[in-house]
């Protein structure tokens, strides 16, 4: 079976944006609606299919909760999980057995990746970049900029009010 044909079949038929870069490799655009877009490659090994993408940089604070947050998440995750770098970034990584390469795999392997990396982003950079938010959120106020991509953390201001 020519897997690289099934891969690119599938992304056609669900009109996703991706490019080729690379022999045996897909880059895919999976856009969302809080981490706007969740660029993931897919790569087609003699053994499996490898999916990772890039889900946020190395946090700068709160490292504990950050890391012990990602790991509860790991559990309950289908096709992909939580990797860290060997700068601290973090990626959602996977493998599936070319056995099981089929259009409907890469689909709902594609949705949950499009999935964790959208819903669980702000949490991930409540956690771990809380005060670089607010520094930005007070920045902005300061010259009259725009907060509208910044509402979604609004709570981390509030609570940085009542705190102090």
């Keep these: ?25 897909f880059l895919v655009r999976l856009p969302g609606q809080h981490k706007l877009a969740t660029m993931t490659w897919l790569t087609v090994s003699d053994q499996a299919l490898h999916v990772e993408a890039f ?3 190395r946090p700068d604070e ?27 970034d973090v990626h959602l990584v996977g493998r599936l057995p070319l056995a ?18 959208d ?3 702000d949490r991930a950079l409540e956690l771990g ?4 938010i607010r520094r930005e959120w007070e920045w902005r106020v300061k010259r009259g900029e725009s907060l509208a991509n910044l509402r979604a953390f609004e709570g981390i201001i509030e609570r940085a009010g009542r705190d102090g």
């Excluded at 690289?4 to 009109?15: D, I, M, P, S, T």
């Design 55 to 57: 889900f946020c940089r």
């Design 100 to 117: 099981a390469v089929s259009a409907q795999e890469l689909d709902r392997l594609l949705g949950c990746v499009l999935t964790y990396a």
């Design 62 to 88: 709160n490292h504990l909760e950050f890391y012990r947050w990602l790991l509860t998440k790991n559990g309950a995750m289908y096709g992909v999980h939580f990797a860290v770098d060997k700068v601290g």
């Design 129 to 132: 970049f809380a005060s670089s």
């Design 1 to 25: 079976m020519d897997h690289e044909a099934v891969v690119e079949a599938a992304l056609k038929a669900a009109e996703i944006s991706y490019e080729r870069p690379h022999p045996r490799s």
């Design 119 to 121: 819903e669980w982003f």
